[in-house]
């Protein structure tokens, strides 16, 4: 249940109607025209090598693991078979649009939660790691934090430990060091304080805005 949208700024600072913002849309997913734009993975899981079953678009649609609900909602869900003897099938998508900066808006209305899940939402450049990864929503299990967490090449760091030399409300999660090849592809994250920034709380309440 996503909508995200990137946006970047523009000289004259006009963006619907609004005129104090220095921001217009470049790109958005929503509605009915939700899973347009998409590139859907067709493979087992080959990144976390869990037992996912990763299917293309047409299968997703007429498995009932994608739809638009009647609120204009995207859903995307895993297999509920009780029992699978293989991999169980789920949903990864790329979207097909790419950008250099930005800023990126994700309106979620309900979180994947419980044992064995392993929802994120994030952009990557070319070469990984070398263009670099952010994880921007991301929790396994029964998580209620959100986790943010950057993956580099190697001479990327975080300046400090410091929450509050770093300016932010989280806790750091391991080191400082951010290059994937120091860290077991670990990369450097950070934990949200928020109780209900992920998960069946955030879920509780109606869900929120990532940005």
Same mark, same amino acid.
């Given at each position: ?9 523009? $000289? ?30 067709? *493979? ?25 609900? @009647? ?6 869900? @895993? ?5 699978? *003897? ?92 951010? @290059?994937? @090849? ?9 934990? $949200? ?19």
């Amino acid at each position: 249940s996503t909508s995200p949208a990137t946006a970047s700024p523009t $000289a004259t600072g006009s963006s619907s109607g609004s005129s104090s913002s220095p921001w217009k849309v470049a790109q958005s997913y929503e509605g009915d025209t939700f899973f347009d734009g998409w590139d859907f993975q067709n *493979s087992p899981d080959t990144t976390t090598h869990g037992v996912a079953q990763y299917v293309d678009k047409d299968t997703a649609n007429s498995s009932n693991l994608t739809e638009i609900n @009647a609120a204009g909602n995207a859903i995307m869900r @895993a297999e509920t078979t009780g029992t699978v *003897s293989t991999y169980r099938k789920s949903i990864r998508i790329t979207s097909q649009y790419s950008y250099t900066g930005g800023l990126v808006v994700l309106d979620a209305v309900h979180m994947p939660t419980g044992c064995g899940t392993w929802p994120a939402f994030w952009s990557n450049g070319p070469g990984w790691p070398a263009g670099g990864e952010i994880d921007m929503v991301e929790g396994v299990n029964d998580y209620t934090n959100n986790q943010v967490t950057l993956h580099t090449a190697p001479g990327c760091s975080m300046p400090s430990s410091d929450p509050s030399a770093l300016g932010i409300s989280g806790s750091l999660i391991g080191g400082t060091d951010c @290059a994937a @090849a120091d860290t077991g592809n670990a990369g450097c994250g950070v934990r $949200a304080s928020e109780t209900n920034s992920y998960g069946a709380p955030f879920n509780a309440m109606g869900g929120g805005v990532y940005a």
